[in-house]
């Protein structure tokens, strides 16, 4: 197939790691650090994307230290921003396009529902203009998953018999 006749679909990741946008900067940052990953879609509850963060977005906005990060959400920085996206049947060629006059170098790929179906990087168009793609995988074969690391503390010692003994 020439790269003219490929469509977003026949490129685009598939298998995702997605944020909704009242998780905080600092879990996305760890989110995308364990996962190797440079681009972490927000989705709301129905899955429709409300943008695509980078690490630069979260390097960007960081200041104050992790409590500070803890307690704010990545909506605030998708404010203002637009998103553009592409349908699955889009062409390769357009998708470079779309990445071009937007100035982004990721975006995402949204079926007629709405609901995101994957994302097209500048990475997946080179792989696809050098020829090393495998075979694209099945409509069906399409996999998000939503991750959520929660803290684990470890266990308070326990108080001696002596301890005890003499009080708090």
Do not use: N
């Not at 490929?6 to 998780?23: G, H, I, N, Q």
């Not at 972490?40 to 960007?60: C, F, K, N, Q």
């Amino acid at each position: 197939m020439s790269v003219e006749d490929m469509t977003a679909a026949d490129v685009m990741s598939r298998v995702l790691v997605t944020v909704k946008p009242d998780e905080s900067p600092l879990m996305a940052w760890e989110l995308m650090r364990r996962g190797s990953m440079h681009h972490l879609p927000v989705v709301d509850a129905h899955s429709r994307i409300l943008g695509v963060l980078t690490r630069e977005d979260i390097a960007a906005h960081w200041s104050g230290g992790p409590a500070e990060q803890s307690r704010s959400q990545v909506r605030a920085l998708l404010a203002g921003r637009r998103c553009p996206y592409v349908p699955p049947d889009a062409s390769l060629p357009s998708v470079a396009a779309v990445m071009l006059e937007s100035g982004v170098d990721v975006v995402p790929v949204m079926g007629a529902s709405g609901a995101l179906q994957g994302l097209v990087t500048v990475t997946d168009v080179l792989v696809a203009v050098a020829g090393r793609r495998g075979t694209p995988p099945r409509d069906d074969e399409m996999t998000s998953g939503m991750f959520r690391l929660e803290p684990v503390l470890p266990p308070k010692p326990s108080r001696t018999a002596e301890d005890q003994r003499q009080g708090p």
